[in-house]
C-alpha cells in the first residue's frame, strides 16, 4: 500500500459541491476515505498545502502535440511536461499531424507513445473527415473502439454541411461528441489577421468575424438537427457568444471553449508583425473580448483551454503572411484565465473556474476524470491562488517557445501535479 | 526647421512625424537640383553597398532607387526572387544575413507581405528601405506624391485630395493617407465599396462611391490601378462597370477645377481608371511624379545611409 495525505489545504471538488479545508488521502492511486487507512502513520506520505487549492488534476480538452510527423514542434513526451507544468493531469490532442489521425493504427500509435513517454494522460480525438479534407468521412466507428474521446478536423473545418451532418448523425450512434474548429473558407479567405480598424491599417488579409459565425450557425442548426452535441473550439466574436447563448437557452446541444490569449489581448497586438501574435482564429476587438468574458460568466462558454500549438523558432521567424498559426499555452493558461478572470475581471470565482477545467470537459467527453470522489484516480493539482510570478519562455518545458507572454506578470498558478497519486511536477 | 534625422529604416509613413517628412522633403529639394547639372552625380554614398532586393517584380520602382543610388557614388546590386536563393526554399531571414554578410549597407526591400521590411529591420543592421510591402506600406511613392503636390501647389495643408481606385489592396493609397493627413491635408477616398470599405473613416478620411461628388471640390485626384493580381476574387462586375461609374473619363475630368492636379503612380491602365487624353493632359503631373520620385529617393538613401553603420 503506497499512501499520501494532502493536510490542510482548500478542498475544491466542483463534482460534488465541496469547498472546504480538509485533509485528501490517496491510497494506491486513488482518492481515499481516512478510514481506510490505520495505524502504521510512518508509512504515509504527508504533505502540507496549508493555503493551496487541492483540485481535481486540471483538464486541456485542446492541445496539439504533434506527434507523430512534427517532433521538432512537439513530441507526445515534451507536450505532456508541459501539461505537467501547467497543472494539467488529461490532455486530449489534436488529429492533425502526419499522418492525420483519421485510422484506428495511428491512434494506437498516440496512445503506445503515451503510455510510454508521457507524465498526464494523454486522450487522443480522431478525425471527422479522411485526410482532415472534408470530403469523405474517416472510420468514425472503428475510431471509436481504438479509443478517442471525441471526432473533430480542427485545423481545418467541414465545409459542405451535408458532409456534417452526416458526421454528427453518425458520431451520435458511437457515442462521441463533434469539437469543431468554425471557420467558413470563402469567408476568411486568406485571412490572417481579424477584418477591422488594424487589418484595414497594415493592409494584413482580414479574417472576418462572419467567417466564424456562419459556421457556429450552421452547426446549431446540426445539433438541432440530428439532436446531438456538437462543441464550438476557440470561440472568438460576440456574434458567436450570441448565437451560443440563445441556442443554449433553448436547450440545444451546443457548447462552446475560450482560449486565454483571445482574451488576454485584442488584433492591436498585430501591428509590430510579431507572429507570435498570429493564430486561428486571430485576435479579435475589444468588444469581442467583452462578450467573450460576459459568455464566460453566464455560462455561455463553458470550457477554458490552450489551443497549444507549437512550432519551431525558424518556423515562425518569417513574414507575417507566411507564418504559421498558433502559439503555445499549456504552461501559461492557468496563471492567465486565473489572473484575468478571477483577480482582475471578476468575471467567476474560483469554483467556477475548477468547474471549467474539470467537470465541464470532463462531462462533455464522458471520461472519468475532473473530480476527488471516494474511488476516482488520484489526478489532482495543487494551485496556489495568489502566488505572483513571472513567464519565462526559456524556463518552458515545452519543446517550443512560441508564446506572446514572456515577461508577463501574473497572479495564480499551478505548484505541484499529481497523477495517479505520484507527483508528475512541482514548482 | 531643427529636425535631425534618427533613423536608419523608412518603413512607413505611419510612423513619421510632420516634421521629418518635411525634412525628406526639403532634402530631396537639393538633389532635384543635382539632376539638372551636366554631371548628375555626387560623392554622399561613395564605398557603401545597396543591394535592390525585389521579391516582387518592378520596374519603375527598382529603376528609380538604382538610379538614385548611382548618383549617391554607392555599388548596386539588383536582386529579384527568381534569381535569389529563395526558390531554394531559403527563408528572407537568412538571405537577408548572408547580403549582410557581404557588407551590404542599405537593403531596398520590395515584397508582397506586410511587414516583411520591419521584419528585416528589427534583425538586421543595414539600413531597410520599403520599396511596398503587401498592401501595407509604400512610403517613397507616398513622399514622391507630396513632393510633386508640394512642388506645384506650394503646400499642402488644407488641400483636398482625392484618391481613386483600388483603396483595400494599395499600398499606395495607405501611405498617401498616413502622409497627406500628417501634413494637414483633406483626404477622400472613392471607389466601389467593396474596394474602398468604410473602415477606412476610422483612418481620419472620408469615403465616397460617387466619384462626381468629390471631383468638383478636389484640388488633387491620385488614380490608382486596379490590381488584378492581388484580388483573389470579384470584387466588382467588371472592367466597363468600373469604368462607367469610377473612371476617370473625358467628361468627368471637366467636373475638376482648372487648376486641379491629376496624379497616377503608375503603371496606368489607360482607358480604365483614366482616360487616355486626360492621362496626357495639362492637369497631369504623372511624369513630373516619375522625376521627383529619383530626387526623394536619393533623399531617403543619402539620410538612411548615413545612419547606419
Not at chain 2, 210 to 222: F, G, H, Q, T
Request: net charge negative.
Amino acid at each position: 500500500m503506497s499512501a499520501t495525505i494532502l493536510r490542510n489545504g482548500r478542498v475544491i471538488d466542483p463534482a460534488n459541491k465541496r469547498d472546504e479545508v480538509a485533509d485528501l488521502l490517496i491510497v494506491d492511486g486513488k482518492i481515499a476515505e481516512k478510514s481506510e487507512v490505520s495505524g502504521q502513520k510512518s508509512e504515509i506520505e504527508e504533505i502540507d498545502v496549508e493555503g493551496l487549492i487541492v483540485a481535481p488534476g486540471l483538464i486541456d480538452m485542446h492541445v496539439h502535440l504533434r506527434e507523430p510527423g512534427f517532433s521538432h514542434k512537439e513530441t507526445i513526451e515534451s507536450g505532456a511536461r508541459a501539461a505537467a507544468a501547467g497543472g494539467f493531469t488529461t490532455v486530449i490532442c489534436m488529429p492533425n499531424t502526419s499522418p492525420a489521425a483519421d485510422n484506428p493504427s495511428t491512434i494506437a500509435w498516440i496512445k503506445d507513445r503515451a503510455a510510454e513517454a508521457a507524465c498526464v494522460h494523454v486522450l487522443p480525438t480522431g478525425a471527422i473527415s479522411k485526410n482532415l479534407a472534408g470530403e469523405e468521412l474517416s472510420p468514425i466507428g472503428s475510431l471509436a473502439q481504438a479509443g478517442i474521446v471525441a471526432i473533430t478536423d480542427d485545423g481545418h473545418c467541414v465545409q459542405n454541411h451535408e458532409v456534417m451532418r452526416r458526421a454528427v448523425e453518425y458520431a451520435r450512434m458511437v457515442g462521441l461528441p463533434v469539437l469543431d474548429h468554425c471557420q467558413d473558407y470563402n469567408l476568411v479567405g486568406n485571412g490572417v489577421v481579424h477584418e477591422g480598424y488594424w487589418s484595414t491599417l497594415l493592409g494584413l488579409p482580414g479574417w472576418p468575424a462572419a467567417g466564424e459565425e456562419a459556421i457556429i450557425m450552421r452547426n446549431i442548426l446540426l445539433a438541432e438537427l440530428c439532436d446531438h452535441h456538437i462543441h464550438c473550439q476557440h470561440v472568438t466574436t460576440a456574434g458567436s457568444v450570441r448565437l451560443l447563448r440563445e441556442a443554449r437557452s433553448r436547450g440545444v446541444k451546443v457548447s462552446g471553449e475560450v482560449c486565454p490569449h483571445h482574451i488576454a489581448l485584442t488584433d492591436e497586438a498585430i501591428q509590430n508583425f510579431d507572429t507570435n501574435h498570429k493564430m486561428n482564429p486571430p485576435l479579435r476587438s475589444q468588444a469581442d473580448v467583452d462578450a467573450l468574458l460576459e459568455g464566460i460568466a453566464d455560462g455561455t462558454l463553458s470550457i477554458l483551454c490552450s489551443d497549444h500549438a507549437p512550432h519551431a523558432n525558424f518556423e515562425k521567424e518569417v513574414e507575417f503572411d507566411a507564418a504559421p498559426f498558433g502559439i503555445i499555452g499549456l504552461e501559461t493558461e492557468l496563471g492567465l484565465f486565473f489572473d484575468l478572470l478571477v483577480h482582475k475581471h471578476r468575471k467567476i470565482d474560483i469554483v467556477r473556474l475548477i468547474e471549467m477545467y474539470t467537470v465541464e470537459p470532463a462531462r462533455l467527453l464522458r471520461i472519468n476524470a475532473g473530480t476527488l470522489s471516494i474511488g476516482a484516480p488520484a489526478d489532482v493539482t495543487l494551485i496556489d491562488p495568489d502566488l505572483e510570478w513571472t513567464v519565462r519562455i526559456d524556463k518552458f518545458e515545452s519543446a517550443s517557445h512560441n508564446s506572446p507572454f514572456d515577461g508577463w506578470k501574473l497572479r495564480g498558478r499551478a505548484v505541484r501535479t499529481i497523477v495517479g497519486g505520484k507527483t508528475v511536477w512541482r514548482l | 526647421m531643427t529636425t535631425r534625422w534618427t533613423r536608419k529604416d523608412l518603413l512607413g509613413l505611419r510612423e513619421l512625424s510632420a516634421d521629418e517628412i518635411n525634412f525628406i522633403l526639403e532634402t530631396a529639394d537639393a538633389f532635384k537640383q543635382v539632376g539638372t547639372r551636366e554631371i548628375k552625380k555626387v560623392p554622399a554614398l561613395r564605398g557603401k553597398t545597396l543591394v535592390n532586393f525585389f521579391v516582387e517584380p518592378s520596374t519603375r520602382t527598382r529603376t528609380s532607387f538604382e538610379l538614385a543610388a548611382l548618383r549617391l557614388s554607392a555599388d548596386v546590386i539588383n536582386i529579384s526572387a527568381t534569381s535569389s536563393s529563395l526558390t531554394k526554399g531559403e527563408t528572407l531571414k537568412d538571405t537577408a544575413r548572408n547580403l549582410e554578410a557581404l557588407h551590404a549597407d542599405i537593403l531596398v526591400l520590395r515584397h508582397s507581405s506586410a511587414g516583411a521590411p520591419q521584419f528585416l529591420a528589427n534583425r538586421l543592421r543595414a539600413s531597410v528601405i520599403n520599396a511596398g510591402d503587401g498592401a501595407h506600406e509604400h512610403p517613397t511613392q507616398a513622399l514622391l506624391d507630396l513632393y510633386t503636390i508640394r512642388e506645384k501647389r506650394e503646400k499642402i495643408a488644407g488641400l483636398h485630395v482625392a484618391i481613386i481606385g483600388d483603396i483595400l489592396f494599395s499600398r499606395v493609397a495607405r501611405s498617401n493617407i498616413f502622409g497627406l493627413l500628417k501634413l494637414g491635408a483633406r483626404v477622400t477616398l472613392v471607389g466601389p465599396s467593396t474596394l474602398v470599405p468604410c473602415e477606412f473613416e476610422k483612418l481620419g478620411v472620408e469615403v465616397s462611391h460617387k466619384i462626381e461628388n468629390v471631383l468638383p471640390s478636389a484640388d488633387v485626384v491620385n488614380l490608382l490601378r486596379i490590381q488584378h493580381e492581388r484580388q483573389r476574387r470579384e470584387y466588382f462586375p467588371g472592367i466597363g462597370e468600373y469604368i462607367r461609374l469610377f473612371g476617370l473619363t473625358k467628361e468627368r475630368a471637366k467636373l475638376l477645377k482648372p487648376d486641379c492636379l491629376i496624379m497616377h503612380p503608375g503603371p496606368i491602365n489607360r482607358g480604365v481608371e483614366i482616360d487616355s487624353d486626360v492621362a496626357d493632359g495639362v492637369q497631369s503631373v504623372i511624369l513630373d511624379q516619375v522625376t521627383n520620385g529619383l530626387a526623394v529617393r536619393m533623399a531617403v538613401l543619402y539620410l538612411c545611409g548615413g545612419i547606419a553603420t
